[in-house]
């Protein structure tokens, strides 16, 4: 299986394999430099489309593997999520729960009035009451006559949608499978106990940052924010009067989170924008003004927080991943504000990862393995047809579900 993270800032692909004594076993992952993204949104196409072309294609080289289709993460600003809630009677005259009754009361609650540009991307089952009792994951084959469902569902712009799916049809990747970011990000550096108590993941890319409340083992509500480290790359280049690249390099090699971080001794060359100059500056000018941005950016993560759950709520406390979490000092930083306890999240639940995979910036990418993985059908591998039945299992599920 294939996962797939389209950034702004890069293209993510892992592939994976899964063992039943072993787990999920990664055999590969290539990450390009993306472009025709802006903001989590594709707005070049054919941008788009050759930079996921570069990623797979380097993927294919690593591994050996030719790659038909990925389970991909989707993020953007248009994005948002909505509780809902619906009731049904359970028709059966002995009380038995069918199929039906549970397509009818998901279908009922995912009756809600949209504007005209925005879709349904998914819709997760937080849980069933039956007859008042609460918690149930799956109701056929129980008994009630009261059938409930509380739902959240998530929705996007029409056209964000079907942008990445035209970019994917573009290099005939088949990628009929998408799913939130969040919800990927959720598999690989949550665990399960935070997702049950309650936690807050904010994924911090480079042109925007999710955050997600999950409670009760799933997610609850969601919102985008249009910022990133490219923000603070973009002010280094400013005030350093040098150009981007240089900017980034800087900022992942020597930068920090807060002036206090930073050492006297530390001294960083920066060239100017034309590149035929050096210039000596300080690691705490650097910090400075890093700082501010980082300030800025916790702010507005804070309060749009506060809009999504209340904090006390939060048990889990927040889970910082994403590119961003990378800059040395933020996870301290963003505690000291946010007065709950704040980690580092690295895709951890695939075991056995070797160190530059187990980093924060590919929490998606391999989160989508895990995704992938638990929603597909066992697959009986028979030996004959070795690793192939598995592959024609994963793309009729795929198939399947996103139909
Ligand atoms: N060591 C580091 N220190 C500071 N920042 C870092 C470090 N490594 C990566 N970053 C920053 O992380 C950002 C990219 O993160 P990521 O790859 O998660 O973004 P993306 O998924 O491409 O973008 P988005 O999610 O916004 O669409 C860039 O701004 C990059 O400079
Ligand atoms: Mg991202």
């Known amino acids: 299986m294939v996962g797939l993270d389209v950034g702004t800032s890069s293209i993510k692909a892992v592939l994976g394999e899964i063992n039943h004594i072993n787990g999920i076993n990664v055999l590969g992952l290539a990450q390009v430099p993306s472009s025709g993204l802006r903001k989590g949104n594709i707005v070049d196409i054919e941008s788009t489309a050759r930079s996921i072309d570069a990623c797979l294609n380097e993927l294919e080289r690593l591994t050996g593997v030719e790659i038909m289709s990925a389970l991909t993460g989707f993020s953007g600003i248009s994005i948002s999520a909505v509780s809902n809630h619906a009731v049904v009677a359970v028709g059966n005259p002995n009380y038995e729960i069918t199929r039906e009754d549970k397509e009818r009361v998901l279908h009922s609650a995912q009756n ?3 504007p005209p540009d925005k879709t349904i991307v998914q819709v997760i089952e937080r849980q069933y009451i039956i007859d008042g009792y609460d918690g149930v994951t799956d109701p056929v084959g129980m008994v009630g006559s009261r059938l409930e469902v509380e739902i959240v569902v998530i929705i996007a712009a029409t056209a964000a949608i079907q942008n990445l799916q ?19 990000v959720a598999e690989s550096v949550l ?3 935070e997702k049950e108590m309650g936690v807050a993941i904010v994924d911090m890319g480079g042109g925007t ?5 999950f409670s009760q083992g799933s997610i609850l509500s969601t919102s985008v924010l249009p910022i990133g480290g490219d923000y603070i790359s973009k002010d280094l280049a400013i005030v350093l009067r040098t150009s981007i690249e240089d900017a980034v390099r800087i900022k992942e090699d020597c930068g920090v989170a807060a002036p206090e971080m930073a050492r006297d001794d ?14 000596q500056v300080s690691q705490q000018l650097v910090a400075d003004i890093i700082s501010a941005r980082v300030i800025e950016m916790v702010e507005m993560i804070y309060t749009e927080l506060q809009q999504l759950t209340y904090l006390d709520k939060l048990a889990g406390g927040l889970v910082l991943t ?9 996870v ?5 504000y946010m007065d709950i306890p704040v980690r580092l999240g690295l895709p951890e639940n695939i075991k056995g990862l070797v160190g530059d995979i187990n980093i924060p910036r590919n929490s998606v990418a391999l989160g989508a393995l895990i995704y992938g993985f638990k929603h597909m059908e066992p697959a009986i591998v028979d030996t004959r047809a070795g690793v192939s039945s598995v592959f024609h299992k994963v793309n009729y599920w795929l198939k399947d579900l996103f139909s």
């Open 112 to 114: 809600i009035a949209l």
């Open 322 to 330: 994403g590119g961003g979490a990378q800059l040395a000092g933020i």
């Open 166 to 184: 035209r970019s994917a049809q573009r290099i005939n990747l088949h990628c009929d499978k998408i799913a939130y970011n969040q919800l990927l």
């Open 209 to 213: 940052t999710e955050i997600s409340v």
């Open 266 to 279: 530390v001294i960083i060359n920066a060239r100017n924008i034309q590149g035929n100059d050096v210039r």
């Open 191 to 193: 665990t399960s106990s």
């Open 332 to 336: 301290e930083v963003m505690e000291g």
